[in-house]
């Protein structure tokens, strides 16, 4: 499967600390998928559509210094987990239960 063949749409925004990339597909209650290291968002490319097609928003960023986010440091956990809060208030997405 090449990128282009995939049903995403890609973002950019804007965090406290760096610009963050992320693809996004689907509507419904929100599921966030992080990739591991060093990957980016490509390696969930075969859960995306079927999640989307389930009824859920599927989110998927390169984290900090993968694929087109910003290679700023720092690197350790607590940073990256702050990142991705970012990332989901800024969508305005709200709690799910």
């Given at each position: 499967m090449k990128p282009s063949e995939l049903?995403?749409?890609h973002h950019?925004?804007?965090l406290p600390s760096l610009r963050m990339h992320y693809v996004e597909a689907g509507?419904?209650?929100?599921v966030v998928l992080l990739h591991g290291f060093p990957e980016n968002w490509w390696s969930w490319r075969h859960q995306i559509q079927p999640l989307a097609a389930a009824g859920f928003r599927v989110i998927v960023p390169d984290l900090r210094g993968y694929g087109e986010t910003?290679?700023?440091g720092p690197f350790d956990l607590d940073t990256l987990a702050s990142?991705?809060?970012h990332l989901i208030e800024s969508l305005g997405v709200e709690k799910q239960v």
């Open positions: 049903a995403v749409t950019f925004v804007q509507s419904g209650p929100v910003d290679k700023a990142d991705v809060c």
